[in-house]
């Protein structure tokens, strides 16, 4: 709850609701694949202008942490893909924490370490094998630094990791994978990690417009649909897909893992055949979603769980590839202002502070899965297909 002042002097409103005090688990995160971006500097009144509390990033940029050091706000840095291999020797783990996390401790409170992302449905399988081992090798060297204690290691996952998740009392992990995730999930639980999953209805509704509602997907006022398996009401897709995650768990022994929403998000503009991308959606999907967060309910499910959900993103980021969505999926402007009306101030910047790291490896840092129903589903709703598209190589 650190600096709630922030958010009640700015006086944040959400359609006509007023947030006083600070959300509790919002996250927000922070990608920075363009070269128009302000400063870290101009981007912590940002982070605070949306009552955000925990930010996620895709590297561990030095100017980012140093910028929000004694802020109080967390921090998941991330370990790219593209050094997955090297993390598997624990010397290089080792070297890799000192320099970039244990640096910035105690001053910026990084919390987690999120090594590789949607690296099971990547289209390199090659990195697979790499997973586990650059989990242990950097969990080892926060160990070996003392900082086991206060930092996890964890990875983030596509729901195109799930066979099945409709109903989402039938959530199940994709057969082919098992023999993967079965050690992660021992190796989370063993380290008291929470387990990050990357969530997009927007990607179902794209897929199949004319079956899965608009509202359903929105949070808008719905019948919804009822789980024949538990007899539980779903009126959005979100949380069914968060059940469906928690029942896979549940399948195979690890019922109480705790589970992040590590993306979620809407982009306010995408090419034609890219339906529903519109910033009236997005003003919806995350308007009502944070609402649903700030009121502290849990899904159907878990009610009594915590909603630990980062929202995808900080910015509308200019040099990602892909459909014209990839780069359209920010709550800002590059300059600072708002990217739709969603009722906080912006705060003007000049842009052009600040340029990507430059790495000549791309970085997977945005929702890189797209989705679709099999052709043999009898439900439109939220079945998966477990053959994904990547717009991102290594």
């Known amino acids: 709850m650190a600096d709630s002042h922030f958010s009640v002097n700015l006086g944040l409103f959400f359609t006509g609701f007023l947030f006083p005090v600070l959300v509790s688990s919002v996250g927000i995160n922070y990608g920075q694949i363009a070269n128009n971006l302000p400063s870290p500097e101009h981007v912590v009144p940002l982070v605070k202008a949306i009552g955000a509390n925990r930010v996620k990033l895709y590297d561990a940029d030095p100017k980012v942490l140093k910028a929000f050091a004694n802020t109080g706000v967390e921090f998941i840095v991330g370990l790219g893909n593209e050094y997955l ?17 244990q640096a910035y401790l105690p001053a910026t409170k990084i919390t987690s370490i ?30 070996n630094l003392k900082l086991d204690s206060q930092v996890t290691v964890t990875t983030a996952h596509s729901v195109a990791i799930l066979q099945s998740s409709y109903p989402p009392s039938t959530g199940a992990f994709r057969q082919d994978l098992k023999g993967c995730i079965s050690p992660i999930l021992d190796f989370l639980s063993k380290t008291c990690s929470p387990f990050l999953i990357n969530a997009y209805p927007f990607f179902a509704y ?25 007899n539980l009401h779903y009126d959005n897709m979100l949380f069914a897909q968060i059940d469906a995650v928690y029942a896979a768990l549940a399948s195979l022994g690890y019922k109480k893992l705790p589970v992040q929403i590590s993306e979620t998000g809407w982009p ?42 980062f929202v995808f993103a900080m910015f509308n980021e200019n040099m ?35 340029t990507s790291s430059g790495s000549s490896s791309p970085k997977t840092d945005g929702p890189s899965i797209y989705l679709s129903p099999p052709a043999n589903s009898s439900s439109g709703y ?13």
């Not at 794209?206 to 538990?230: H, Y």
């Not at 009502?288 to 899904?299: F, R, S, V, Y």
């Not at 939220?382 to 290594?394: C, G, N, W």
């Open 206 to 230: 794209k897929a199949d417009p004319k079956q899965v509602s608009l509202d359903f997907v929105l949070f808008q006022p719905n019948a919804g649909i009822v789980d024949p398996g538990n």
């Open 382 to 394: 939220l079945a998966i297909s477990s053959s994904t598209v990547s717009f991102r190589s290594h």
């Open 320 to 354: 990602k590839p892909g459909p014209t969505s990839e780069r359209n999926y920010g709550l800002f402007k590059p300059d600072g202002t708002p990217a739709y009306g969603l009722g906080f101030s912006g705060i003007a910047v000049s842009s052009g502070n600040s």
């Open 85 to 101: 291999s090297k993390m598997t020797d624990p010397a290089n783990a080792q070297a890799w924490v000192k320099s970039n996390v």
């Open 114 to 143: 999120a090594v590789g992302n949607e690296v099971l449905t990547f289209n390199d399988t090659s990195l697979s094998g790499c997973l586990l081992p650059a989990m242990q090798s950097v969990h080892t060297a926060l160990v």
């Open 268 to 309: 306010s503009k995408g090419d034609e055949n890219e339906v529903g991308a519109s910033p009236e959606n997005a003003k919806k999907y995350n308007g009502n979603l944070l609402k649903l967060i700030n009121q502290k309910k849990g899904t159907p499910a878990r009610p009594n769980s915590d909603l630990n959900i």
